[in-house]
């Protein structure tokens, strides 16, 4: 054990922070939720001559590099760098807000785009679903994980998180061994979903 491992080791827990915290994280993924389940059924106009359709590979862009960034946090830790992936690891939650506020923002703004969807009329019709043949349904099982493993990692990412932020290294380590898969998980597929989505934006 290093060093720098062994410094951070034995730092004392903040238990108390750690509760406060907690509190926060379950307020604020229910509060995520709730404007993600909000945004799909509400949709805002913007003024006129404004879009945001340049935003979601934007999206893509963002989950592409948190998914590198959390490589980076990985192999950092399992060589007892500690500070370089606690540093990786606040990047990766930074990009993750980025990608949260810009993805709510442009499904309250503009409608759903569809897979399948040629004529781009949001109604996927006999012929395009033959066009696109069993693609689809690979598309919508990698969509549907992501969007599962999304929703349930969420507060338990948060959890991670706190749980390093206040020296609570055990509980940290047993999050992270399948906190972190699924985190990577989603952020790689996102990008592909955006890759294999592509052709039916406007």
Same mark, same amino acid.
């Given at each position: 054990? =290093? +060093? !720098?491992?062994? !410094? ?8 108390? /922070? ?6 926060a994280a379950w307020i604020l993924t229910a509060a995520i939720l709730a404007l993600v389940g909000l945004m799909r059924q509400v ?5 006129? &001559? ?12 963002v989950n592409a590099v948190a998914a590198i960034v959390l490589v980076i946090a990985f192999i950092a830790v399992m060589k007892g ?9 606040? @990047?990766?939650? #930074?990009?993750? @807000?980025?990608? /949260? ?9 503009? =409608? ?6 040629? =004529? /781009?009329?949001?109604?996927? +019709? *006999?012929?395009?679903? *033959? ?8 598309y919508l099982l990698l969509l549907v994980s992501h969007i599962v493993l999304a929703a349930v990692s969420l507060p338990f990412i ?5 749980? &390093?932020?206040? =020296? !609570?290294?055990?509980?940290?380590? %047993? /999050? *992270? ?7 990577? $998980?989603?952020?790689?597929? #996102? ?6 989505? %592509?052709? $039916?934006?406007?």
């Amino acid at each position: 054990m =290093n +060093d !720098q491992r062994v !410094q951070w080791l034995s730092r004392p827990p903040r238990e108390e /922070l750690a509760k406060k915290l907690s509190i926060a994280a379950w307020i604020l993924t229910a509060a995520i939720l709730a404007l993600v389940g909000l945004m799909r059924q509400v949709k805002i106009p913007l003024p006129e &001559g404004m879009s945001l359709a340049f935003l979601p590979p934007f999206h893509a862009a963002v989950n592409a590099v948190a998914a590198i960034v959390l490589v980076i946090a990985f192999i950092a830790v399992m060589k007892g760098h500690i500070a370089l992936h606690r540093r990786m690891i606040t @990047v990766a939650m #930074g990009l993750s @807000v980025l990608f /949260l506020l810009s993805y709510v923002a442009y499904h309250f703004t503009h =409608n759903e785009v569809k897979f399948g969807d040629v =004529n /781009l009329d949001g109604i996927i +019709d *006999a012929s395009e679903r *033959a066009q696109v043949g069993g693609m689809r349904t690979v598309y919508l099982l990698l969509l549907v994980s992501h969007i599962v493993l999304a929703a349930v990692s969420l507060p338990f990412i948060l959890f991670t998180f706190i749980a &390093g932020w206040t =020296n !609570q290294f055990s509980a940290h380590r %047993r /999050l *992270a061994r399948w906190v972190f898969p699924m985190w990577l $998980y989603v952020a790689v597929t #996102g990008p592909v979903c955006y890759w294999m989505l %592509r052709p $039916y934006y406007p």
